[in-house]
């Protein structure tokens, strides 16, 4: 099977994926090519948009769902492996310590994807690079 990248278009600030289905609010501060974050302020997050902490004097965005808070003061979903109280690693159950997120795709690694790029480990090729 061949993969079809979805391209985005930008137009008045929105984004639209060419299936029609999503359509996103891109941060208003000049040359930020983010996208907004919901609730609050059409900036991302980085410019003050979305939700914060309600942790004392946390900046940081609050993760959706649930309590109000960010990764660090417990919000989001924690891994499910007994006496752990990491964040589970994206939409697993389980932190990247103990299986959580993607794996690299290089035969016989059992190394955790990172994000960006190809599906590999830092080690195989995986990230991006400096230019």
């Known amino acids: 099977k061949q993969k079809h990248e979805k391209q985005k278009t930008v137009k008045n600030g929105e984004r639209t994926s060419n299936d029609c289905r999503t359509v996103t609010l891109s ?17 991302c997050v980085a410019h003050g948009g979305g939700r914060r902490c309600n942790f004392n004097d946390c900046k940081k965005g609050a993760v959706s769902g649930g309590l109000q808070f960010c990764r ?32 690299c795709h290089f035969d016989k690694c059992t190394k955790s994807a990172v994000c960006g790029g190809l599906p590999f480990c830092v080690a195989h090729g995986g990230g991006h690079r400096c230019q």
């Open 72 to 103: 660090a003061h417990r919000g989001g979903p924690r891994c499910q492996f007994h006496n752990c109280h990491k964040s589970a690693a994206r939409s697993t159950k389980y932190c990247v310590s103990h299986g959580g997120g993607s794996r």
């Open 27 to 43: 941060c208003q501060k000049p040359e930020c090519s983010k996208i907004a974050r919901r609730g609050g302020l059409p900036f």
